[in-house]
């Protein structure tokens, strides 16, 4: 059974710009978690998506956004970069039913703004 | 207060010991309780889950919860150079939310 994957695997920006991060969940998976990894705030939820409805919520500014397409796969999206955005971005996916299930790591996205 | 709290470290075990890393959680509705590894620059893994009290065995790792103190624990016997990494203690609540610590380095000494 495949992993999760992300893509791309790093990406370098600069201040001002936009960027799409993408996430293909564990198939039969239909929740996708998103994550911002840094060395001095560690592991910050983003959001959740399940069905493609935007479950849970974060506390991030609206600069970061997401969606789930039908087939689970699901993006994020970060407008006007700033330096502080700079970080790993992970997606998990889980089937996202009951409290038995658990959640599995893409290998990430490494995004550095210059 | 933090939802989920771990000791930073580094905590430092010779070969061949039982490492014990520890993380305590601040709400009493948190359902399920899991252990995450994560080597540097790579991403978290998951090792164990844990959702009744009591202890879990898989291999050299035993997971420990004890929900009536809001405590979970992660024994790693026979430690390993290999096992040398941060571990993430993260638990579960409604609607699929999860929340981490800020992770255990460990170091494991040849």
């Known amino acids: 059974k495949a992993g999760v994957t992300q893509t791309p695997r790093y990406l370098i920006k600069t201040r001002g710009q936009q960027v799409t991060l993408s996430c293909s969940p564990i198939s039969g998976h239909r929740s996708v978690s998103w994550y911002q990894q840094t060395p001095g705030q560690g592991l910050q939820f983003l959001f959740e998506y399940f069905s493609e409805t935007q479950r849970n919520k974060g506390n991030f500014p609206g600069r970061f956004s997401g969606r789930q397409f039908s087939n689970s796969r699901s993006e994020m999206n970060v407008s006007t970069l700033e330096l502080g955005d700079s970080a790993l971005y992970l997606c998990?996916?889980?089937?996202?039913?009951?409290?038995?299930?658990?959640?599995?790591f893409g290998p990430g996205t490494r995004l550095t703004v210059l | 207060q933090k939802e989920v709290e771990q000791n930073s470290g580094p905590l430092s075990v010779p070969e061949g010991a039982i490492a014990s890393l520890n993380c305590t959680y601040s709400d009493r509705v948190s359902q399920s309780f899991f252990w995450y590894r994560q080597y540097s620059g790579k991403s978290p893994e998951l090792i164990m889950s844990?959702?009744?009290?009591g202890d879990k065995e898989d291999g050299r790792f035993t997971a420990q919860l004890n929900k009536a103190s809001q405590y979970v624990s992660l024994l790693i016997r026979d430690s390993q150079p290999s096992d040398s990494a941060t571990y993430l203690c993260?638990?579960?609540?409604?609607?699929?939310?999860?929340?981490f610590g800020s992770g255990t380095k460990l170091n494991v000494k040849p």
């Open positions: 844990i959702y009744s009290n």
């Open positions: 993260a638990v579960k609540r409604d609607f699929n939310k999860f929340y």
């Open positions: 998990a996916s889980s089937n996202g039913l009951g409290p038995l299930n658990e959640q599995f």
